[in-house]
């Protein structure tokens, strides 16, 4: 790979300020959580004392969870040992629910840590649980920004959270 240095740029990205400014009233997974139920109105497939599973609603394959503090923190610093001992214990126990569910033939499993690396929601951290399949890439993502889902986000919800009651 190539590398073109530009070092003029970091005056530019230094203008840029910390995105964690948003409020709990902003935040979808506060919203969410609020109700505290497991419905297809909130997504949430799975509540544990500290942390939820809820799923995206814009997935980047079937089966794509997120995994959050109930706490609107943005910060892996601010995470508590029993949040993050929780948070470990429902990727384990996600990754059960949908190789049940759809048989994978893997995961991404990871965070993304402000918006520059991707987050959609910066202020609360939450942790993405993707399951995969080889040859689960093709053409349209690239050519349109169209991705191809073959299941309903109802359907997905159905079998995800009943996926969850029969393990608990």
């Known amino acids: 790979m190539e590398r073109l240095w530009s070092p003029w740029r970091s005056k530019y990205i230094g203008t840029f300020k910390n995105e964690l400014t948003a409020g709990e009233n902003d935040c979808f997974f506060c919203c969410a959580i609020e109700s505290n139920s497991i419905s297809l109105d909130t997504l949430i497939v799975y509540i544990a004392e500290h942390s939820f599973v809820i799923m995206n609603k814009y997935p980047y394959n079937n089966g794509h969870l997120l995994i959050a503090p109930k706490r609107h923190i943005g910060s892996l610093n601010d995470l508590v040992e ?73 359907d997905s919800f159905n079998l995800i959270s009943e996926g969850f009651r029969a393990l608990i």
């Open 82 to 154: 029993a949040e993050l001992n929780e948070i470990s214990k429902l990727q384990v126990l996600s990754t059960n629910v949908l190789e049940i569910i759809y048989k994978p033939h893997g995961f991404n499993i990871g965070a993304n840590l402000g918006r520059a690396a991707g987050a959609g929601v910066p202020d609360h951290i939450h942790y993405h649980v993707i399951p995969r399949w080889n040859g689960d890439t093709n053409f349209m993502p690239i050519v349109s920004e169209t991705k191809i889902l073959s299941q309903s986000l109802e």
